[in-house]
């Protein structure tokens, strides 16, 4: 799950469009930082993994540019905050909420190191 960049494929059960400006992703670090773009502006915040299955992001922080992507950052970073759980299988990872609502739908695209 760690130092993968995970790219949001559906929001609230919606498709994400194809980006317009920049590519939406998370990318959650080993020292509990998350960060990405919301598909306008770059975040970064600290998340939690206390658990297996358990996952939650904290405040995260965000420039605020306008585009025309700003509905799809808002639903990603909705999705993102209302996170209280999480499944992987395979390269699919799935964000769920209270009582197992789920919230998105990513697929990893997989950081290669020199």
Known sequence: MRNTRWV???LAGHPVAPPTDGEPYLLLRADSAAEGNGACNRFRGP???P???QL???PLLSTRMACPALPTETAFLKALAQTRTYQIS????RL???NQASLARLEAVYLHRK
């Open 56 to 58: 939650t992001f904290g």
């Open 47 to 49: 998340y939690t993994a």
């Open 90 to 93: 395979g390269d699919t990872l």
């Open 51 to 53: 658990g297996p299955g």
């Open 96 to 98: 769920l909420g209270a």
């Open 8 to 10: 949001p494929r559906t």
